[in-house]
């Protein structure tokens, strides 16, 4: 398969901007290069632009060469590059499965690029027959959420790896909740699809949504697409530095984790409880959707107590939702009682 083919001609003949540090790559003494303040301090220089070491450190925790790592700003840094990088604005589409996360969707909208839809079914699992229907000469790309927002569920296996095989464009797969799962994910099949697009973020199971960091695992032909065109110091000094150190309290995550999904299963045996709970969907994630009766009014209710939750209410397929994050074990109780409250007097 040949990826190159699958670009936008006009990224394909593009002279990518040039940084002073991507000429210059060794160790020297005195740095006359990038137009700097000379006087030291924290944060005079530019930083890494490739961002090797970091790329080294999560290539060793995912068990993948660095070559096959795109870092970005979020998650959603990699999704409008891919975007923008494929689809030819006015005449290419994506392909996404409703109900899933939004970005997919509004990245293709700035950039006008339609969007299909595919709807998953009740149970929020892939629809083969209704996606092949879909696919025509302007779909480039399908976007996948597995584990999916809001629905909390893994997305069947085997539908995507015959997907992969099928459809001659890309497949990404949006992986931010992987961590809270059994499943091992994409990335130990990545060699056999070079059509394969894995994305996992820092900013759910690791604890790090404030500093910005989203990652891209696949071939080397698309990450190196996705390093040309993306802006020369996408990731700051100080992410880069923090996320190094942090990397290396992987126990620490892992104990987390596992303290969520204990509360999860805990707050789910809770909700299917109360009255007002019709359905807690099964999530391999770190949030519930929840199905009840009055679902808004339920939401405004626990506004007012000052706990937010998310109105998932008007989303297609879940009518009466509202997706709970998974909090720690104290205000999950005070949610709990919030809702027996809720119950009690309505
Ligand atoms: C939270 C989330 C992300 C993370 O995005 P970042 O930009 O990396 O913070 C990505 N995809 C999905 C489906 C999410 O729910």
Redesign the pocket.
Known sequence: MDILSLVRPNIIQLKPYSTARDEFKGVADIYLDANENPFPSLYHRYPDPMQIKLKDKIGGIKKIKAEQIFIGN????AIDLLIRAFCEPGKDSILIAEP??G?YSVCASINDVAVKKSLLTSQFQLNPDDLYSKIDSSLKLIFL?SPN?PSGNLLDKEIIMELLKQFKGIVVI?E??IDFTDDEGFIPILSRFPNLVV?Q????AWGL?GL???MAFASEAIINILNKIKYPYNINSITQQIVLEQLDKEVEKNKQVNIIRQERERLVNRLIQLPIVQTVFPSDANFLLVRMANAKSIYNYLMHHSIIVRDRSSVVLCQDCLRITIGTSLENDQLIEKLILYSESN
């Open positions: 979020g998650s959603d840094e899933t996360y970005m959420c927002n949006d931010a909740y994305m973020t820092l900013s759910k949504a910005r960091l989203g």
